[in-house]
């Protein structure tokens, strides 16, 4: 019976592994899959156009929860419901780590050191 425990520790344990090598992003694969996404959020993911999120340089956490909250209608914008219906866990991670790796715009200038009189 112990003998049956360590297999079955031993079988979690290689799942557990496997499923986080499956899930982890690869930039490469997720900014050939990024095309579709380039018309509104821009080819690096700066987009120019206010009504579209920038998603350049965004948290690899974040992008990944926000499309899968897209996927499942956790979140309600009817163009990125449907972008992302047919999105696998895999192209969902490969798109947040492209954008993640990218540099991100921003449109307010840093801020300056505020003069004492």
């Known amino acids: 019976m112990n003998r049956?425990?360590?297999r079955v520790l031993l079988a979690l344990l290689l799942g557990l592994v496997m499923g986080s090598v499956q899930a982890a992003g690869d930039?490469?694969?997720g900014q050939k899959k990024a095309q579709a996404c380039a018309a509104c959020h821009g080819a690096d993911g700066n987009s120019t156009v206010p009504l579209y999120p920038?998603?350049?340089?965004?948290?690899r956490d974040y992008l990944e929860h926000a499309l899968k909250a897209y996927k499942t209608g956790?979140?309600?914008?009817?163009i990125m419901v449907g972008m992302a219906a047919s999105l696998s866990d895999q192209d969902i991670a490969d798109l947040a780590a492209w954008y993640a790796s990218q540099k991100g715009?921003?449109?307010?200038?840093?801020?300056?050191?505020?003069?004492?009189?």
């Open 4 to 6: 049956n425990r360590h």
């Open 74 to 78: 956790e979140r309600k914008n009817p």
């Open 54 to 59: 920038k998603l350049a340089g965004q948290y």
């Open 27 to 29: 930039p490469v694969a």
């Open 105 to 117: 715009l921003y449109d307010t200038p840093e801020p300056t050191a505020v003069k004492k009189p």
